[in-house]
């Protein structure tokens, strides 16, 4: 058990280091090599690859319910502790883009919902949601003629980047990408073990611990914002994770491997609603502290209801 613990949290750890690394260097890298700054935000906007690498492993390991779960636990994860947790601090800004990235989240929920809820997704399922989401960016750049910056890019565009080599960029973004593998490696470890000793199924683990621990990045994102005053930007990465989560991060696990769970639905239909509550908690533009107090609450229930 502790070991298990113990290997979720140098997943974390690593998963952290190894997207801010991936997602740094592979925008540098676009700049450095002339790469636009649209492609190189169709690529990246709320892109969690260290989520696709977790979901992928566990599924090639026919952990189909962790694979899922991850991917679905982490969006009730981030919709609900993260935002709660960052609006109890400073209340969140709620514009309208920010808005139409919810309802477009909510949109890819139901995707995901759809595909899981015969209890089995398949490979041209997986590959359907990979689509969807592809849709998704080309609906948003064809909108604003531009996709949208958000998540880790955003930070990144802000950073000065130096005169670094393409070649040094590339392999610093894969070396993110190999920390990330390494991340996911041991988070689906620790998973199994937490797993015998709960004597918990691979779907309930995946839905709140494997995806705690896949989700501290968005954490530090969150916080990181709130602190320098751009927390806009992080509620958009929020959003547009939670929307790259139900179809790309599922759709890959199951184009690796068929996925087969159980006891899935409660919580995609769950991860479907959650960024529709979040735009009427927010109705007056803002998430204030005390629907940031109900969406905490509203996740300590959703972890005792799925472990119980």
Do not use: K
């Given at each position: 058990?502790?070991?298990?613990?113990?290997?979720?949290?140098?997943?974390?750890?690593?998963?952290?280091?190894?997207?801010?690394?991936?997602?740094?260097?592979?925008?540098?890298a676009?700049?450095?090599?002339?790469?636009?700054?649209?492609?190189?935000?169709?690529?990246?906007?709320?892109?969690?690859?260290?989520?696709?690498?977790?979901?992928?492993?566990?599924?090639?390991?026919?952990?189909?319910?962790?694979?899922?779960?991850?991917?679905?636990?982490?969006?009730?994860?981030?919709?609900?502790?993260?935002?709660?947790?960052?609006?109890?601090?400073?209340?969140?800004?709620?514009?309208?883009?920010?808005?139409?990235?919810?309802?477009?989240?909510?949109?890819?929920?139901?995707?995901?919902l759809?595909?899981?809820?015969?209890?089995?997704?398949?490979?041209?399922?997986?590959?359907?949601?990979?689509?969807?989401?592809?849709?998704?960016?080309?609906?948003?750049?064809?909108?604003?003629?531009?996709?949208?910056?958000?998540?880790?890019?955003?930070?990144?565009?802000?950073?000065?980047?130096?005169?670094?080599?393409?070649?040094?960029g590339?392999?610093?973004?894969?070396?993110?990408?190999?920390?990330?593998?390494?991340g996911?490696?041991?988070?689906?470890?620790?998973?199994?073990?937490v797993?015998?000793?709960?004597?918990?199924?691979?779907?309930?683990?995946?839905?709140?611990?494997?995806?705690?621990?896949?989700?501290?990045?968005?954490?530090?994102?969150?916080?990181a914002?709130?602190?320098?005053?751009?927390?806009?930007?992080?509620?958009?990465?929020?959003?547009?994770?939670?929307?790259?989560?139900?179809?790309?991060?599922?759709?890959?696990?199951?184009?690796?491997?068929?996925?087969?769970?159980?006891?899935?639905?409660?919580?995609?239909?769950?991860?479907?609603?959650?960024?529709?509550?979040?735009?009427?908690?927010?109705?007056?533009?803002?998430?204030?502290?005390?629907?940031?107090?109900?969406?905490?609450?509203?996740?300590?229930?959703?972890?005792?209801?799925?472990?119980?």
């Amino acid at each position: 058990m502790l070991i298990g613990l113990g290997l979720l949290l140098a997943a974390a750890v690593l998963l952290v280091v190894g997207a801010e690394l991936f997602v740094e260097n592979a925008a540098a890298a676009a700049r450095t090599l002339g790469v636009s700054v649209l492609a190189v935000g169709i690529l990246l906007a709320g892109a969690e690859p260290e989520e696709m690498l977790t979901g992928i492993l566990a599924a090639l390991d026919g952990r189909g319910g962790l694979a899922a779960g991850d991917a679905i636990g982490a969006n009730v994860t981030m919709l609900t502790a993260a935002l709660g947790l960052a609006a109890l601090a400073r209340p969140l800004p709620f514009g309208p883009r920010v808005r139409t990235y919810a309802l477009l989240s909510a949109l890819a929920g139901a995707f995901a919902l759809a595909a899981l809820f015969d209890g089995r997704v398949s490979r041209l399922e997986g590959g359907l949601l990979l689509a969807g989401y592809a849709a998704g960016v080309g609906l948003v750049w064809w909108r604003e003629q531009a996709p949208p910056t958000i998540g880790e890019l955003a930070e990144a565009e802000e950073e000065p980047t130096g005169r670094r080599a393409p070649v040094t960029g590339l392999l610093l973004a894969l070396l993110g990408v190999g920390i990330m593998l390494g991340g996911g490696d041991a988070a689906v470890t620790g998973a199994e073990r937490v797993v015998v000793a709960l004597g918990q199924s691979d779907t309930a683990v995946g839905l709140t611990i494997l995806a705690l621990a896949t989700t501290a990045e968005l954490f530090a994102l969150v916080f990181a914002a709130a602190r320098h005053g751009v927390s806009e930007i992080a509620v958009a990465g929020v959003v547009g994770a939670a929307a790259y989560n139900a179809t790309a991060s599922l759709g890959a696990a199951a184009l690796a491997r068929p996925l087969v769970v159980a006891g899935m639905t409660g919580a995609a239909t769950l991860a479907a609603l959650l960024p529709v509550a979040a735009v009427v908690l927010a109705s007056r533009g803002r998430l204030g502290r005390v629907p940031g107090a109900a969406l905490c609450l509203a996740y300590a229930a959703y972890v005792v209801v799925v472990l119980a």
